[in-house]
């Protein structure tokens, strides 16, 4: 399943912080989940020259009632994500 994060939402993008959260109404499911970042949107709204246009992270929900925290950090030339508590 595909989850497609746009920066142009209804909220401000302030100091790297974007409110994400799954899709009003959508249930956790155990699966493998695919969440699209349109980088791209945020580096130009901050008029800074990024080398990559968008970012996906990959990961696996093995257990649906557990809490899954993926925060992806993000420079004008690299990202890393983890699993956060």
Request: proline residues 7%; charged residues 25%.
């Amino acid at each position: 399943m595909t989850i497609r994060f746009d920066p142009r939402g209804p909220y401000e993008v302030e100091e790297r912080d974007v409110p994400f959260a799954r899709p009003a109404g959508m249930e956790l499911q155990a699966r493998i989940y695919r969440v699209h970042f349109e980088t791209n949107v945020y580096f130009e709204r901050n008029r800074v020259e990024g080398l990559y246009p968008y970012v996906q992270i990959v990961f696996t929900v093995s257990d649906k009632e557990q809490h899954y925290h993926i925060p992806l950090l993000l420079t004008a030339n690299g990202y890393t994500t983890y699993r956060g508590s």
